[in-house]
């Protein structure tokens, strides 16, 4: 089955994991490409609500899937070594990695938007960003991989990314990023000017 490009790359950085927790798996596409590409083992595929969960259930059949309704982590009482939490607001993801486990596993984070928002809650609440990718999917999507730990960041980096700034595949987006906010200065109060000309400059200079 065609699948978007973001739920591709997602699904390929699962290689190497055995237990995959998805969270929000809506139509568990993410895992059904893992699954088909023999990048994992076993998975939990989680979601809020029970239509999606059903819709995941008949893509996934034949898989070995557990499935669960569950806010967030919240009463998830499974092991898994790694957690996907994607297509979501940022602030929706900072809330669900409040009940994150303290073990070892690790993160796939894969905000829609505000992507400064998620790096700033993983520094104030001790995850490291050990990889960032971005992809283009019609629009560019930033997918952290997160671990427990602790990590220091400059300023920039909280928009740029610190290990995105290495890569050049960033640059399209950062162009991006910076002609979008060129669009919306002259329309913003003076406040929000002030954060978009320093967001500006940062994109502009990477
Ligand atoms: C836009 S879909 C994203 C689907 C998939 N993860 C992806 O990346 O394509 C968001 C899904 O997250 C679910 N969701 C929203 N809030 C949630 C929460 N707190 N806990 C679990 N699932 C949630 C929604 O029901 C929906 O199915």
Same mark, same amino acid.
């Given at each position: 089955?065609?699948?978007?490009?973001?739920?591709?790359?997602?699904?390929?950085?699962?290689? &190497?994991?055995?237990?995959?927790?998805?969270?929000?798996?809506?139509?568990?596409?993410?895992?059904?490409?893992?699954?088909?590409?023999?990048?994992?083992? %076993?998975?939990?595929?989680?979601?809020?609500?029970?239509?999606?969960?059903?819709?995941?259930?008949?893509?996934?059949?034949?898989?070995?899937?557990?499935?669960?309704?569950?806010? &967030? /982590?919240?009463?998830?009482?499974?092991? /898994?070594?790694?957690?996907?939490?994607?297509?979501? &607001?940022?602030?929706?993801?900072?809330?669900?990695?409040?009940?994150?486990?303290? &073990?070892?596993?690790?993160?796939?984070?894969?905000?829609?938007?505000?992507?400064?928002?998620?790096?700033?809650?993983?520094?104030?609440?001790?995850?490291?960003?050990?990889?960032?990718?971005?992809?283009?999917?019609?629009? /560019?999507?930033?997918?952290?991989?997160?671990?427990?730990?602790?990590?220091?960041?400059?300023?920039?980096?909280?928009?740029?990314?610190?290990?995105?700034?290495?890569?050049?595949?960033?640059?399209?987006?950062?162009?991006?990023?910076?002609?979008?906010?060129?669009?919306?200065?002259?329309?913003?109060?003076?406040?929000?000017?002030?954060?978009?000309?320093?967001?500006?400059?940062?994109?502009?200079? %990477?």
């Amino acid at each position: 089955m065609a699948r978007s490009k973001r739920i591709e790359y997602l699904a390929n950085l699962t290689k &190497g994991f055995d237990r995959v927790l998805d969270i929000g798996t809506d139509h568990g596409f993410v895992l059904a490409h893992a699954f088909e590409h023999n990048l994992i083992k %076993s998975a939990i595929a989680s979601d809020l609500r029970e239509k999606p969960l059903n819709q995941a259930k008949t893509n996934l059949k034949g898989y070995p899937v557990e499935y669960i309704i569950a806010n &967030g /982590f919240k009463g998830i009482q499974r092991d /898994f070594d790694l957690a996907i939490i994607a297509g979501m &607001g940022a602030y929706l993801i900072t809330e669900i990695m409040n009940d994150a486990p303290q &073990g070892n596993q690790t993160y796939l984070l894969q905000a829609n938007d505000k992507i400064e928002i998620l790096r700033e809650y993983l520094i104030n609440h001790e995850f490291k960003i050990v990889d960032e990718y971005v992809v283009l999917d019609k629009f /560019f999507y930033v997918i952290l991989k997160v671990v427990r730990g602790k990590m220091n960041l400059l300023d920039e980096d909280i928009y740029l990314g610190p290990i995105l700034k290495n890569k050049s595949e960033a640059l399209p987006y950062y162009a991006k990023k910076a002609k979008q906010i060129e669009k919306i200065l002259p329309h913003a109060d003076e406040k929000r000017q002030e954060i978009l000309k320093k967001m500006l400059k940062i994109y502009k200079n %990477s």
